[in-house]
């Protein structure tokens, strides 16, 4: 399918923000009845996925894939058997690609390189970097979680140098300041957990992971002590890709080295890979750097290169807010088309990054072999590289980066020898980032999805997977996880009557896929797979791209279940409020007892409106936001705060309501009617209490 014809993707990470939060419609959960349009407020807050929380339960997992693969030495040799692309064909091609997506989802600039053993054979830049400034071969774009791959490059120059080992705790590294502790888990994390995402740890973004304004921005360590997520399970078992994670490992990488990320970064990565102006400095001012200990800004002549981000507004496109990053390794590189080339041939020449002094030979080619295998057969990390899927099963790995407002995917497929780049500074061009690698394998190489497999037992075998799942890629504490356990990271899985899988999520609509046979489903128009296999005596699903997984959950705890308790509790706080009206205009007379249970419940009532009229609100604030996505920056609002307060009051009235449930006992004049539905109302409070306590809404946790 072409990629001008084809929905806009579904894939979201935060940072990944992260929204990879994920393919399934993360990850970055993504309504029904009366509150299909309250569902429909909620597509605001589509993260994340950045953007891994907490002890779940995991009947099902989820994990993000692609086919497995083992490379080594004889990839390189490969290259030069294929037949090379003419770059005139290519530069058409990706020239009615790129505009056709402009045109489509109003993306404002685009920049792509692509290499292959020879060299460059596109470096172009399309539209608009700023006000009068047009994107270019040496156009500054923000690559986001690209960053994370020269985090890895510099721990395996620390383990060439004997100054690390792998399987070195990473407490034995850190300084006091940013030592994890154990939170009652046997093992301690390894460097090796931090390359492969495997370290345990809960996911957070909300209020920091992006900032608006420089000011806020930490040093370092300082926020990454400020801002430590828990571990939530055992290192090396799940792999729940982690933006802490790999900012920690660059912290490691500046304290062994005794040099700042930044300087490592660009002394011993980008100027010996000749990256050019590429560099982890953020454009804010000296005086801001004096004021807040931070690393030296971007240089003057870099910041005039970096290009704006944009977003939609009233009258079209405009220029949005800068967007500054807190974990600096693993998220603030910015590069030109230009300099990724260079990055790019060099990851796909072992020699041409011995002779450049990063790593040697060898040590690059082991990094394209799977360093963790999940049990899906395919998707594996490839020390910090993720696998990609590709039209005839091409194997291929690198890693996308995602923000607010840019986004990037670098692809390399070391047996064509090829590397594409492909970023933008519009949120809307994700589906180009992703597809036109796609459509470029499938025009150059007659590359072709395989044909779905329909056995005897498709339907059955689809209907044991069908069920409620949850993303494992988000906060376990704080308040900050209801709305991600409420909103963003719930989906249905569904079995259709011919055998095929429909996964649906709030954020991300409807996903169709097909079976391949063997428990394996694939996109019904892509490459992307996922796949069922057994886990520690349980099923366990996996899903594209090795950044999260998600765990099968019971009736109570799926997100519709809790919608429709909200729905019922307003409803029933409404029926009070006007019983109690009534009472007023024909005034009856009520016993002491009988007085206090109704005035109590009443109360109850009224707070309950309260509460979910400014959550509402909170939620209304991301709907008429400029991006829905900046809720990054603003959360918590005011209005979420008071809400979770005064659902804390409205459960403490409900908790002293319970005792009025002795008026189904007693003898007072009260209709069996009237006894039935006060016993009704007190139990849907205290049920609706329960709920959104379990979802952190009583009352606001933040840091």
């Known amino acids: ?56 339960r995991t009947d099902v997992l989820l994990y993000a894939a692609s086919p497995r693969a083992s490379f080594d030495a004889s990839t390189v040799a490969d290259q030069s058997a294929k037949p090379p692309i003419d770059p005139a064909q290519l530069e058409a091609f990706v020239d009615e690609t790129v505009h056709a997506s402009m045109l489509k989802d109003d993306i404002a600039g685009v920049s792509v390189a692509i290499v292959d053993g020879s060299g460059p054979l596109l470096i172009k830049g399309y539209g608009v970097a700023g006000r009068g400034r047009a994107v270019d071969a040496d156009t500054l774009f923000p690559v986001q979680s690209i960053s994370k791959t020269l985090v890895w490059i510099a721990l395996m120059q620390l383990v060439e140098q004997g100054k690390i080992r792998l399987e070195d705790p990473i407490n034995a590294n850190l300084p006091a300041l940013l030592q994890i502790p154990d939170e009652g888990f046997r093992a301690p ?22 900032v608006q304004r420089a000011e806020t921005l930490l040093p370092l360590d300082m926020y990454l002590s400020h801002f430590r997520v828990h571990r939530v399970r055992e290192p090396g078992t799940v792999q729940i890709y982690s933006n802490y994670g790999a900012a920690l490992g660059g912290a490691l990488v500046a304290h062994v080295s005794g040099m700042d990320w930044e300087d490592y970064a660009e002394r011993r990565i980008i100027q010996p890979l000749g990256m050019g102006t590429a560099t982890f400095r953020q454009p804010y001012s000296e005086e801001l750097v004096k004021a807040r200990a931070l690393p030296p800004p971007m240089p003057l002549t870099s910041a ?18 800068r967007e500054f990053t807190s974990d600096f390794p693993a998220g603030s590189l910015v590069a030109s088309p230009r300099g990724m080339a260079a990055y790019m ?38 020390f910090g590289f993720e696998a990609f899927a590709l039209p005839g099963d091409i194997e291929a790995f690198g890693h996308g980066g995602h923000s607010i407002y840019q986004v990037a995917s670098m692809t390399l497929i070391p047996s064509r020898g090829l590397g594409i780049f492909v970023s933008a500074n519009t949120g809307s061009a994700r589906a180009l980032t992703v597809g036109l690698r796609e459509e470029l394998m499938a025009k150059f190489y007659g590359a072709e999805l395989a044909p779905p497999v329909y056995g005897a037992r498709a339907h059955e075998e689809a209907i044991s997977y069908a069920g409620g799942y949850r993303n494992l890629r988000r906060p376990y504490f704080r308040t900050e996880h209801g709305i991600y356990d409420l909103l963003i990271d719930p989906i249905s899985v569904m079995a259709e009557p011919n055998g095929d899988l429909q996964i649906r999520s709030f954020v991300s609509g409807s996903r169709l896929l097909v079976p391949m046979g063997s428990g394996v489903y694939r996109d019904r128009n892509g490459p992307d797979r996922i796949a069922f296999r057994p886990l520690d005596g349980q099923i366990g699903m996996y899903e594209p791209y090795s950044d999260t997984a998600w ?26 409020i006007g019983s109690a009206i009534y009472r007023i205009i024909a005034p ?116």
């Open 1 to 56: 399918m072409p990629l001008s014809q084809r929905p806009k993707s579904s894939v979201l990470n935060i940072h990944d923000l992260p929204l990879s939060r994920a393919a399934c419609g993360v990850h970055r959960g993504r309504t029904r009845s009366g509150l299909r349009a309250t569902a429909a407020v909620v597509l605001f807050v589509t993260l994340m996925p950045s953007l891994a929380h907490g002890s779940p």
């Open 551 to 576: 765990e099968r959950v019971g009736y109570f705890e799926r997100a519709g279940t809790a919608m429709w308790l909200i729905a019922l509790t307003l409803l029933t706080a409404f029926f009070c």
């Open 588 to 703: 009856r007379s009520e016993a002491g007892f009988e007085s206090y249970a109704i005035k109590v419940v009443t109360a109850s009532a009224a707070a309950w409106i309260a509460g979910f009229a400014l959550f509402f609100a909170f939620l209304a604030k991301g709907l008429t936001a400029s991006n829905i996505q900046e809720i990054i920056w603003w959360y918590p609002s005011t209005a979420l705060v008071c809400a979770c307060w005064t659902f804390a009051g409205a459960a403490t009235l409900t908790l002293a309501s319970v005792p009025s449930l002795a008026v189904v006992s007693r003898s007072n004049g009260w209709s069996r009617w009237r006894t039935s539905m006060h016993a009704l109302e007190v139990l849907i409070f205290v049920a609706c209490a329960a709920t959104l306590g379990r979802l952190g809404f009583i009352g606001f946790v933040s840091w």
């Open 345 to 382: 041939s060099a990851l796909l020449n072992p020699q041409a990054m011995a002779r450049a002094g990063v790593l040697q030979a060898d040590t690059l080619v082991s990094m394209r072999t799977p360093s963790f295998n999940g049990p899906a057969g395919f998707g594996d990390m490839r």
């Open 189 to 210: 994390i390894l460097i090796r957990d931090l390359v492969n995402h495997t370290s345990g740890f809960e996911d957070s973004a909300f209020g920091h992971l992006f």
């Open 304 to 321: 005039a290169l970096l290009t704006d981000g944009f977003r939609r507004g009233a009258a079209g496109l405009e220029t949005a807010p």
